[in-house]
């Protein structure tokens, strides 16, 4: 099991959230979060809840509505019905997210589901039970408020919850997901319901009786939503109970009084979170302007009543594009200076409105300001998820979530009676005239002041501090100035074993090349860090225990060993068609340095596309291990270990899941193997693998020595030799490049053997199974 998972979510949450360095996007990000069972089930209940939501939303209204006869009197209980929605989150929401840190986040969700569902059931029973229209609007409002107050415990919890369930990396696609799901597919969704219930119920004629009236069946679908989430959750995702052992404590030393004031002080005193939670705010301040100032702007633009709808909904549109299609569009670019970009987009789009004459001005505008405010929304909650600790977020989130609905209220309310001040003065501009009117007055000044706050948002997160920003969102939307992909003509096969200390990836690499050998192929047997006269004493820089070069110089040395090492060994074995197996590539970096040391892993990744000139192997053999069992191998040599080696425990937990993660993002490219099965059903199961990869295809005869042209300083392997030799952090493996016997064989090939390995049955080879959970993406 995943450790994140198995100690019920949130004991070992930092190490959790650590790791998961791997960079995916579109769609295989998309998939390996949905191959999540736990973030799954929680996404079902997500729309299950938004679903019921929006449903209960539009059919509360509608019956309250329903109860008169007057417009006046429907416009007041349509009207009330949806503003006591907003009020809970005035009162009790700022001691709502305490709920979420202080008890059993399952637990939680479950009681406040059942709470709702009691509720929200209610609504339709009480005219059934002859309650006059009076006070089923009453009991309508009453229990919604409490359904609304008590969706503010659920929501914190929900939101706390998810990080414990899904690797770091993936979290901004998590986001997408969920938050295109509430408020992109549900409402629709929603919407179509009740009107194809009306719409069937009309059509076929049918007289229903007063419960089953569309209306009706809407209410009981939303209370039953809620009674599915809570056996969802209880049944489904018990992974999100427990507490860590920092959240007990907490509940038992703080009164609620107190975890309440520390959650606010930690807001006001962390300046990451404050300027994140300030800017989300600033971003929906600007959308809340534009919404309330939209009416008058409709008329300023002389555009009709038609134009004010078209507005709002390209507010929408923008924002479905920005959380949608934002990651795609900005790449690798810093998620802090995103953000920051992201409010003063919006809120420089507000100000473009207060100066745009023409309605497709202003639609361009409005898609901007939508786009600005999704994109800060995402990068912001993102950013939130990551930075927060576990023993906090449900209050950060309970701040964020309200404040949210304060601030885009408060911003329609106030835009709105802003606009109805002063009059409005026509500007001639020869062939174009506008309307100078307090509305543009207002989108200006609150567009400046949006403009001013993502400016101070982003020096205040910036992470590139003395990068330019242009050129770095420049290069981010180029996908970074990369040269592209070195070209060659590759008619070998790249294959190269991953895995962390003590997988048993030499003996592996030994065998493989054996067999191949043994066919007749042309094999060259190498290894990163170290098989060139520069990687050895690279080799030694990074892994004596003397030298301690900072995490940065780390992943440098580790991408020069490796720049090097494809330039002179592996792309010339390509280009003349032998099989090339290498004990460690990129993927050890992206592990080690990205998850290990948490640098950042695009970073990684860039850096060792660069190095590469893009190469990519053509099989990945993970051989997954515990870390414990791993080491103890590694002892068992009674050798000493070196630097790396040295490391603590969940710095190699973190590097196995970063492997294990990489594995299950591509599945096609991996075949991820248990290393503690036996040596011989590793060697069968690789060499079948590499059976299927090579096909049919002749094998390359291993050339004669004199043939081959040495890279400059290339050392031969000898295959012979015994693997497990060590000598010291150095010349590790030496046996296995050469290094010990430079001149024993010709560069560039691996030794036959005269024998050999036994082999066994096949071993059983089982793809990634889309049920996995994360701790099950490992091994096979
Ligand atoms: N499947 C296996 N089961 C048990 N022991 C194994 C297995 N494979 C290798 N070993 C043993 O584990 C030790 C480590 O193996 P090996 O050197 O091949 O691992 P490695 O992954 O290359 O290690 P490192 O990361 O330190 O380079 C050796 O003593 C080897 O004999
Ligand atoms: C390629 C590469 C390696 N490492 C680490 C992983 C290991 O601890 C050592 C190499 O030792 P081995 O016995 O040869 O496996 O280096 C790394 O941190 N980053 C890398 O890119």
Do not use: C
Not at 257 to 268: A, E, H, M, N, P
Not at 499 to 522: I, N, W
């Amino acid at each position: 099991m995943h450790p994140a998972v198995i100690t019920g979510g949130t004991a070992i949450d930092t190490e959790k959230r650590e790791s998961g360095p791997v960079d995916l996007s579109g769609a295989a990000a998309l998939r390996s979060v949905l191959r999540i069972r736990p973030f799954r089930r929680l996404w079902l209940v997500l729309g299950l809840a938004s679903f019921g939501d929006w449903i209960g939303l539009l059919a509360t209204g509608i019956f309250a509505a329903a109860q008169f006869d007057s417009s006046v009197g429907q416009g007041a209980a349509f009207g009330g019905t949806i503003a006591v929605r907003l009020l809970p989150a005035l009162l009790l929401g700022p001691i709502a997210g305490v709920f979420a840190d202080r008890f059993d986040r399952r637990y939680t969700m479950v009681i406040t589901d059942l709470i709702r569902f009691v509720f929200y059931g209610s609504i339709p029973l009480v005219p059934l039970f002859g309650g006059s229209p009076g006070v089923t609007v009453a009991w309508a409002t009453i229990a919604t408020f409490i359904g609304e107050t008590i969706t503010l415990i659920w929501i914190p919890a929900k939101e706390a919850a998810v990080p414990n369930l899904i690797p770091k990396s993936r979290i901004e696609v998590s986001n997408q997901l969920t938050l295109v799901t509430t408020y992109g597919i549900t409402p629709i969704l929603a919407a179509l319901a009740l009107s194809a219930l009306t719409a069937g119920i009309q059509q076929s004629g049918a007289t229903l009786p007063d419960w089953a009236q569309p209306v009706q069946i809407a209410l009981y679908l939303n209370a039953i939503s809620r009674l599915a989430t809570a056996i969802t959750v209880f049944f489904g995702i018990k992974e999100i109970g427990g507490k860590s052992a920092e959240r007990q404590e907490a509940a038992q030393q703080q009164s609620m009084t107190r975890q309440f004031l520390d959650g606010w002080k930690y807001i006001g005193t962390t300046p990451l979170v404050r300027g994140l939670v300030l800017g989300i705010f600033g971003a929906f301040a600007a959308g809340g302007v534009v919404i309330g100032a939209a009416k008058t702007f409709a008329t300023s633009l002389g555009a009709g009543e038609a134009a004010f709808y078209l507005l709002f909904g390209t507010i929408f549109m923008g924002l479905a594009v920005g959380i949608g299609l934002g990651p795609m569009i900005i790449r690798d670019l810093s998620r802090r200076r995103w953000f920051g970009m992201s409010i003063v987009l919006a809120s420089g789009s507000v100000m473009f409105l207060g100066v745009a004459f023409h309605l497709s001005m202003a639609l361009v505008g409005a898609l901007l300001v939508g786009a600005g405010a999704g994109m800060a929304f995402l990068a912001g909650t993102t950013l939130l998820y990551g930075e927060v600790d576990d023993a906090v977020r449900g209050r950060v989130f309970a701040v964020v979530q309200i404040g949210v609905r304060m601030v885009l209220l408060l911003a329609i309310t106030l835009s709105g009676f802003l606009v109805g001040l002063g009059s409005s003065r026509r500007v001639d501009l020869g062939a174009v005239h506008f309307d100078v009117s307090a509305t543009r007055v207002l989108l200006l000044v609150a567009g400046a002041v949006g403009v001013f706050v993502g400016i101070g948002s982003f020096r205040q997160m910036d992470d590139k501090r003395g990068v330019p920003v242009l050129a770095d969102l420049w290069g981010s939307l180029r996908g970074r100035p990369l040269a592209p992909d070195e070209q060659f003509v590759r008619s070998g096969v790249f294959v190269v074993f991953e895995g962390g200390e003590g997988a048993g990836k030499s003996t592996q690499v030994t065998r493989l090349a054996a067999l191949l050998q043994a066919e007749g192929r042309d094999v060259v047997v190498t290894r990163e860090p170290g098989a060139t006269d520069v990687g050895a004493r690279i080799r030694h820089l990074v892994l004596d225990k003397s030298e301690s070069p900072s995490p940065r110089a780390e992943a440098l040395l580790y991408a020069a060993d490796r720049a090097h090492h494809v330039a002179t060994v592996v792309r010339p074995a390509l280009a003349r068609g032998a099989v090339v197996i290498s004990d460690r590539y990129v993927d050890s970096s992206l592990a080690y340095q990205g998850a290990g040391r948490t640098l950042p892993v695009a970073e990684i990744s860039w850096l060792s596309s660069w190095a590469t000139g893009g190469l990519k192997p053509d099989l990945v053999v993970l051989l997954d291990v515990d870390p414990g069992v791993g080491l103890n191998r590694v002892d068992s040599r009674g050798e000493g270990t070196d630097r790396l080696e040295s490391e603590s425990r969940p710095f190699h937990e973190r590097v196995r899941y970063a492997f294990l993660d990489l594995a299950a993002a591509d599945p096609k490219r991996y075949l991820v193997l248990d290393a503690a099965r036996p040596v011989d059903d590793i060697t069968t199961a690789v060499s079948e693998r590499l059976t299927t990869l090579l096909g049919a295809t002749e094998p390359s005869p291993a050339p004669a020595s004199t043939d081959l042209p040495p890279g400059p300083d290339l050392q031969a392997p000898d295959l012979t030799a015994p693997v497990n030799r060590r000598v010291g952090p150095d010349d590790r493996r030496a046996d296995l490049t050469g290094l010990a016997n430079p001149s024993a064989e010709p560069p560039h090939r691996a030794d036959g053997r005269d024998e050999e390995p036994p082999l066994e049955e096949m071993a059983e080879l089982i793809g990634i199974n889309d049920d996995d959970t994360p701790d099950d993406h490992r091994r096979h």
